[in-house]
């Protein structure tokens, strides 16, 4: 499994309306390509930038950008995010 969890934090709530971004805990060996693909079969969305990140409690966490404006805002309201 590539995707495990949305990550979400007052900051990131932030980041969903100024930015169009999300963030997800992912699998420590999965790549950005392989986490791009994974979005688009699992949420049926066009992912512009995938940058990843290793927490200091060891977790990943990829920070995704989405194609069109709003699309992070619909995706989170869709999983219940906000």
């Known amino acids: 499994m590539i995707i495990k969890s949305p990550y979400v934090t007052e900051k990131v709530t932030g980041m969903i309306d100024s ?13 950005k390509p392989e986490i791009k693909r994974a979005l688009k079969e699992l949420y049926d969305v066009d992912v512009l930038t995938v940058r990843t990140m ?13 194609v069109g404006e709003g699309s992070a805002n619909e995706l989170a309201t869709r999983l219940g995010l906000l």
């Open 19 to 31: 930015n169009d971004t999300l963030e997800f805990l992912v699998n420590m060996q999965s790549t």
């Open 54 to 66: 290793v927490t200091p409690r060891g977790q990943k966490k990829a920070i995704v950008k989405l």
